[in-house]
């Protein structure tokens, strides 16, 4: 017997077969038009930090003096989704020399603590909040490593909107009071979070205008004696007391010898164009795998959002995420098999295990020879272009509020496992597998797309239907993030146990029934979720026509403007 729930059958039969709205011109998904400049274009997930970055533009900072600026001001007004408690990652494209460079600026594990600690203590998994997740932020130091080679302004300026937005106050959205509302259900118990996020009480309303003292304070710090003031002067100091205090065990030393790293991306071919990822500790190459198998299918006569396409996406992600599972890790400690990984001969190798009729409830990992975030992206008037993504975990993070400083601190080591002999497993010094990766399409080595998604595992399994929509499916640039997405989650998470039950496939709203009844018959456990599908930012240069499109996230505060 079919058993879907009433609630999804309702949904599906009422809105199943909608579009997005009804437009004089556009496509089907599209909730609004692309935006379109000449000069330089921007797109974040809140339109202040837009218009912040803009102005940096319009000032004559480049795309990274720009999307530095962004994310400071994001910091201050999606706290919820990043910071500088946190790590970050980017991919840029410099027009001076023609070459991508990947930037990864994740933190380590501290020193002092090591797996025994955790087999004494009796625990099983590393916590989601207190001192024991947290690792070395890498944020900042990912700020100065960009501006020294692509940036143009001083530093002074770059933080100079946010630290004013920060003393004066902005009007908090809708949505981020949501967030901002449920995490301090949590994070209100640990030192610090209700004089910071909290003063009068509560956290901010809807249009409630909310300061942040502290966070300008450091943010001027920063600005004014650069990154050491923040791994190596008073910051990093205060951090090390207040963990301490805390009984956690992130330290001075551990914040001092932190160093972000210059990586070279990697890529697959998907019908002519090159997609691009950054490797492990990242889950980037993940999508590049979903890719490689997709590619062996005529997937545009599938159709969009036909369950035959839909299936065969779903099983393809279920194959790359065991290898997720089984190699991804900080390559310092692992010899990670990637170039085997996203070749073309393994994902042949891997589509011949996928029934085209059936889900299947398990796979292996291959065997091979050898396992809340927010995205922004930017492009100034010289051609470069920066992809980059910036989180704390699981949204505002540990709960860890350091004494003054105006953030919290990332727990970002709750990635690790503890199973000894697991390529992730916790050491010291090491960098946690993580979820946050920008992505780049170039097309005859020339830049194409900047995009990227937010969410956790949604992130490869984002990516992914993206270039499809895209290139198989000709969608336009707002349409392509717009359309209704799929999210496979199965227990293939690198802490976890492998997938033995088939997982659940969460549909977004704008599939209809018949997809949908198609999918359960071939045994997929289907259900209908509001949330869970990230959130999309993209900038496409058309160099035919000499000037770029934008593209933003119409589930959040998305919002893309040039000039």
């Known amino acids: 017997m079919i058993r879907i729930t009433l609630s999804l059958l309702l949904f599906t039969l009422v809105l199943g077969n909608t579009m997005a709205q009804d437009r004089v011109t556009g496509l089907n998904f599209a909730t609004r038009s692309e935006v379109i400049a000449k000069h330089g274009m921007v797109a974040t997930s809140q339109p202040l930090a837009t218009q912040v970055a803009l102005d940096i533009l319009k000032q004559g900072g480049s795309a990274v003096d720009a ?326 975990y699981r949204g505002m993070g540990s709960g860890m509020t350091p004494d003054g400083l105006g953030f919290v601190l990332q727990d970002r080591g709750e990635m690790f496992s503890l199973q000894e002999g697991h390529p992730n497993v916790f050491e010291p010094g090491k960098r946690p597998f993580h979820t946050i990766i920008p992505a780049f399409i170039t097309k005859d080595s020339k830049p194409w797309i900047s995009f990227g998604v937010m969410g956790g595992a949604m992130q490869p399994q984002g990516h992914a239907q993206i270039v499809v929509n895209l290139i198989d499916f000709g969608m336009n640039l707002q349409e392509a993030g717009d359309a209704p997405r799929v999210q496979h989650d199965g227990s293939s998470e690198p802490t976890d146990e492998r997938m033995t039950n088939g997982g659940v496939v969460f549909l977004e709203s704008g599939f209809d029934y018949h997809t949908i009844r198609s999918l359960v018959l071939k045994g997929h456990k289907v259900t209908y979720d509001v949330g869970g599908y990230g959130g999309y930012q993209a900038i496409m240069w058309d160099a035919e026509k000499g000037v770029y499109f934008g593209a933003s996230e119409s589930r959040k505060d998305g919002n893309a403007a040039g000039y």
Not at 209 to 235: C, H, M, Q, V, W
Not at 321 to 336: C, L
Not at 344 to 361: F, G, S
Not at 373 to 382: G, Q
């Open 67 to 392: 999307a530095i600026a962004a994310n400071a001001m994001l910091g201050l007004v999606e706290p919820t989704g990043c910071g500088i408690g946190g790590d970050l990652f980017a991919i840029v494209w410099d027009a001076k020399t023609q070459q991508l460079y990947g930037l990864n600026a994740s933190g380590r594990s501290p020193k002092s603590l090591t797996l025994e600690y955790f087999k004494e203590q009796g625990i099983t998994h590393i916590p989601a909040l207190g001192p024991l997740p947290v690792s070395v932020p890498g944020c900042v130091d990912g700020w100065f490593e960009l501006h020294k080679r692509f940036g143009i302004i001083k530093m002074e300026a770059i933080l100079s909107p946010a630290i004013s937005y920060a003393r004066e106050g902005f009007p908090v959205t809708e949505l981020i009071a949501y967030y901002m509302r449920s995490s301090s259900y949590r994070l209100s118990q640990y030192e610090n979070f209700k004089e910071t996020y909290m003063p009068s009480g509560k956290t901010p309303e809807k249009g409630e205008l909310f300061k942040n003292p502290y966070l300008a304070n450091t943010y001027e710090a920063i600005a004014k004696k650069g990154r050491d003031e923040f791994y190596k002067g008073s910051i990093a100091k205060t951090i090390d007391s207040y963990i301490k205090r805390n009984g956690g065990f992130l330290s001075y030393n551990d914040l001092a010898s932190h160093k972000s790293e210059w990586i070279t991306p990697v890529s697959t071919s998907y019908r002519g164009y090159d997609v691009w990822e950054l490797p492990p500790n990242g889950q980037g190459i993940a999508a590049l795998q979903i890719l490689n198998i997709l590619e062996q299918y005529d997937i545009k006569s599938m159709g969009f959002g036909s369950a035959e396409y839909l299936h065969l996406f779903i099983e393809a992600k279920k194959l790359a995420f065991e290898d997720r599972a089984r190699y991804y890790a900080d390559p310092a400690f692992s010899n990670i098999p990637v170039q085997e990984l996203i070749s073309k001969e393994y994902a042949r190798e891997r589509a011949k295990l996928i029934n085209p009729n059936r889900a299947a409830k398990s796979y292996d990992a291959g065997i091979l020879s050898s396992p809340s975030t927010i995205y922004l992206t930017v492009a100034d008037k010289n051609g470069n272009m920066v992809s980059l993504i910036q989180s704390n």
